[in-house]
């Protein structure tokens, strides 16, 4: 199980000298799993990503979104294997009971905002609605979700292969708590994707407006939820658009005095499980 990350910012791509070193693009992480290959969310790190797969010959990917807000759908468009007749695209979501997966996809794609749309693609594309606590297999990984906590509906998704696990849990809130369902999620897990958007001093609003109800968490947060569930590695994931490169290295920095196995995600990131798994 390899994992590399493509886009790792939340909200809304943040281009600039300022974030270069950690990167703009918005929320992509691809996991190969033997000749299986996964792609966790479709922001703005898609379009690389799917330049990448193309150099490697036709493809045949599943694309498991977390949820339907633009910063993590809005690379679609651009995924050029997506309009190529060789490809074949799974995309597997929920439109959180807001109408369908598919009308969902078709209205970022629909005039005025786009010329082409969605049943205009050339690939063979195949969406599916996925529910909080479903499982299901997509070639040789094992794929479990649960619902957390995020405006409109968010899922995590935990990848098990070859006796190795990845949970990915962006865009969640932690409340006063270790929230239950990712602690069972998450149980016993290498890698653990969380999302660290905000420090608690901007969670809590100490300078400003407050972030409480907006579905974003901490890096104390993560460090919690890495410790309750067992984590080998904790990922800091979607990190603020305004955060800079500096910002996120002393968010790495307090991390690890919590959680030692702490990292901040960055463009082009690779992570062997495997070895993650070896090293605990």
């Not at 949820?67 to 439109?95: M, N, R, T």
């Not at 905002?113 to 070639?139: K, T």
Request: proline share 5%.
């Amino acid at each position: 199980m390899e994992i590399r990350f493509w886009g790792v910012r939340g909200s809304i791509a943040s281009p600039g000298p300022e974030t270069a070193a950690v990167g703009g693009n918005t929320s992509c992480v691809a996991v190969r799993c033997g000749s299986t290959q996964l792609i966790l969310d479709a922001g703005t790190g898609v379009r690389k990503l799917g330049d990448a797969l193309l150099r490697e010959g036709p493809v045949e990917a599943t694309v498991l979104l977390s949820h339907l807000h633009w910063d993590h759908i809005q690379g679609l468009p651009f995924f050029v294997p997506a309009y190529l007749p060789g490809s074949k695209l799974s995309i597997v979501g929920s439109a959180h009971g807001a109408g369908t997966l598919r009308e969902a996809l078709s209205a970022q794609m629909a005039a005025p905002s786009f010329p082409v749309r969605l049943d205009e693609l050339g690939a063979q594309i195949a969406l599916r609605e996925a529910r909080p606590g479903e499982a299901f297999d997509v070639g040789e990984v094992h794929v479990r979700t649960a619902k957390l906590n995020h405006p409109g509906g968010v899922l995590a998704y935990r990848l098990e292969h070859a006796g190795k696990s990845l949970v990915y849990a962006t865009d969640t809130e932690h409340y006063a708590c270790v929230d239950p369902a990712l602690r069972a999620l998450a149980d016993g897990a290498d890698v653990l994707i969380y999302d660290a958007q905000y420090t608690p001093e901007e969670y809590r609003g100490d300078a400003g407006r407050s972030r409480v109800g907006w579905g974003h968490s901490t890096y104390i947060a993560g460090a919690e939820i890495a410790r309750a569930c067992g984590a080998r590695q904790l990922v800091l994931f979607h990190h603020d658009p305004q955060r800079t490169d500096a910002g996120v290295a002393e968010i790495e920095r307090l991390a690890r005095e919590l959680f030692p196995a702490a990292v901040a995600a960055r463009e082009g990131l690779c992570i062997d499980v495997e070895a993650v798994a070896r090293a605990a």
